[in-house]
């Protein structure tokens, strides 16, 4: 069964600090990726995502995500992080096979600092 | 129109009520799903519609009764459930051919459902 980790749980950081979280997942196959962003006591939204083609992609926010198949990654990148940006992070993975299954990972909680 | 929209917002009920949770969305999305969400936690997935026929349960306990009444409309009925029930419950839709989904999945905002 697909699983999809994050393995910084919490991330503390200053504004204007670059930003990396980062997202692993297990699937061998084809996937689609996806980070969403939660802030407080708001729904989930898009951030961005990968389906095919340039494995660089920019979302909204200045985010952007880079796939490495070989490490089956999916890391999330900011060069300067703003107070605004303090939300909750998920990772996502659809096996192309899964029946359009969404998996999250555990989500990373980011908290900056003004 | 390129939102999931979810009734009630909050909802407090007890543990011998019965209610039901609305999600509507007029995307022309073929596929429907229903997620629930503790605090501090990831979505886990409860229920997938798709061309509003129920196609997945993730062995969801029999007091959650989903039903997709027509190809915009996904409901959520509930019945003697439990504190430990209590979460956010959120619907997502996505056009059912992912071949063609450049916008992936929309969420809607929620209900916060206190079960008391």
């Known amino acids: 069964a697909q699983s999809v980790s994050q393995h910084n749980h919490h991330v503390i950081l200053s504004e204007a600090a670059s930003l990396e979280l980062g997202c692993n997942y297990s699937y061998g196959g084809t996937v689609n990726l996806f980070w969403y962003v939660q802030y407080p006591g708001q729904h989930l939204q898009l951030l961005l995502k990968?389906?095919?083609?340039?494995?660089l992609v920019k979302g909204i926010k200045g985010f952007e995500a880079e796939f490495i198949k070989s490490k089956f990654s999916f890391n999330l990148r900011k060069p300067s992080v703003q107070w605004s940006d303090t939300a909750e992070y998920f990772c996502?993975?659809?096996?192309?096979?899964?029946?359009?299954?969404?998996?999250f990972g555990g989500g990373t909680r980011l908290m900056v600092k003004p | 129109d390129t939102e999931v929209t979810q009734t009630p917002k909050h909802l407090v009920m007890g543990m011998t009520n019965k209610k039901s949770l609305k999600c509507e969305q007029h995307m022309g999305h073929r596929a429907m799903y229903w997620y629930k969400q503790k605090a501090k936690k990831p979505p886990e997935l409860m229920f997938v519609?798709?061309?509003?026929?129920?196609?997945i349960n993730e062995s969801v306990p029999s007091r959650f009764s989903p039903e997709c009444p027509n190809s915009s409309l996904l409901n959520l009925h509930l019945h003697a459930l439990q504190p430990e029930d209590s979460a956010l419950y959120l619907c997502?839709?996505?056009?059912?051919?992912?071949?063609?989904?450049?916008?992936?999945?929309?969420f809607g905002s929620g209900t916060r459902l206190t079960v008391v």
């Open positions: 519609y798709s061309y509003e026929k129920l196609s």
């Open positions: 997502a839709s996505s056009q059912r051919d992912q071949g063609t989904a450049a916008n992936g999945y929309t």
């Open positions: 996502a993975v659809k096996e192309n096979n899964a029946g359009n299954m969404l998996t």
């Open positions: 990968y389906f095919s083609g340039d494995p």
